[in-house]
């Protein structure tokens, strides 16, 4: 009872110091060799306001495409790299390998639908120019800003791989949500991610739901200690133990559908609905960080910018590596793939001159 008193009284504090603006000002983490931040200033200077344009007409029908298209990147860099390995089908178009992994298999077909429409949107307007990772990396940008959240700037210049992700490479490196702080800590620091990027990626579940399978083994066949007894009834109402469908609830009970630092909120009244994410405010390592983040929801978006924009870069392919898709969920091989890169040579010779 003394542990939620105080939860209640920091988060009071909040309100006096958080900041009102959402534009993130904070310093940027280094760009990878061949990234810029202004990269299709000359070949595809509308690109942004075209992706934001489409979206708020999708998010106005349904704001909970927003945490779709966040974690389709989210799940794209960390297996393999930001390159839209993701969305590529497997052969007759049916799930490629990393598609039919068991932690992709959630993923919002809708989010893929929406990647391939921007894609041809943009390419009308400037060529196939622009690859389909930049595509969702800024859209998942546009998704947190449009929810509310910073509307941080992302650097550009990905090209789209070649080579599909394994089902092995796409478990060994996405955390499931039975992980534990220090299994978090340990498997994204070979990744450059700090305690403090870790916490602060992880609030991209203040949007979006989740099945019930991800988190029932906190219910049944006893509860989860670090998990509050009124929380956990009501989740045991939306996911009862013999379910013969697998349900789905909100991720933050407190905002569903506005990104906000209300997650941290929840984990410091022992509302975390993962043990991935619960364990950030019960590990020592991380307890701080969280309360911070829920104090201070400037401090949050700032450092949510800054690791996005780090996990954005992860293994790009940039330069003349990878391919510019002219469908996001097909490689551009054989005649057409070598007929373009000699093209795409040529233009560059020409601009020498």
């Not at 007759?92 to 921007?118: K, M, V, W």
């Not at 509050?228 to 109402?237: G, P, R």
């Amino acid at each position: 009872m003394v542990e939620w008193v105080a939860a209640a009284l920091l988060i009071s504090v909040a309100c006096f110091i958080a900041a009102t603006s959402h534009k993130v000002e904070a310093a940027e983490p280094a760009l990878v060799k061949g990234m810029s931040w202004s990269f299709y200033t000359s070949s595809c200077p509308k690109l942004e306001s075209i992706v934001k344009k489409r979206l708020q007409q999708v998010f106005k029908k349904d704001i909970g495409q927003a945490a779709g298209l966040l974690r389709l990147h989210f799940h794209d860099c960390f297996v393999q790299g930001c390159d839209g390995s993701v969305l590529l089908s497997g052969s007759a178009g049916g799930p490629s390998e990393e598609q039919g992994a068991p932690p992709n298999l959630s993923l919002r077909q809708e989010a893929f639908r929406i990647i391939e429409d921007l894609r041809a949107r943009v390419h009308k307007q400037c060529g196939r120019v622009v690859s389909c990772s930049d595509i969702l990396a800024v859209a998942a940008r546009d998704s947190v800003a449009l929810s509310g959240g910073p509307n941080y700037r992302v650097p550009l210049g990905r090209r789209d791989g070649l080579t599909l992700a394994t089902r092995a490479a796409t478990l060994d490196n996405l955390p499931p949500p039975t992980a534990t702080t220090g299994q978090l800590l340990t498997a994204l620091a070979p990744k450059n991610f700090d305690p403090t990027d870790v916490v602060a990626l992880s609030g991209g579940h203040t949007i979006g739901i989740s099945h019930c399978s991800s988190f029932t083994r906190r219910l049944y066949p006893s509860q989860d200690a670090t998990m509050d007894k009124t929380f956990a009834n009501n989740l045991k109402a939306a996911c009862p133990q013999a379910a013969t469908v697998d349900g789905t609830v909100n991720m933050d009970i407190r905002s569903p559908n506005l990104f906000d630092n209300k997650y941290y909120v929840d984990l410091m009244n022992r509302q975390g609905l993962f043990t991935s994410d619960q364990d950030l405010y019960t590990d020592s390592r991380t307890r701080g960080i969280v309360t911070g983040f829920a104090i201070n929801q400037s401090l949050f978006y700032e450092k949510f910018a800054v690791a996005m924009v780090k996990m954005g870069q992860l293994s790009v392919l940039t330069g003349s590596q990878g391919e510019i898709r002219g469908n996001c969920s097909r490689r551009s091989t054989g005649v057409e793939s070598v007929l373009k890169s000699a093209v795409e040579e040529a233009v560059e010779i020409l601009a020498g001159f």
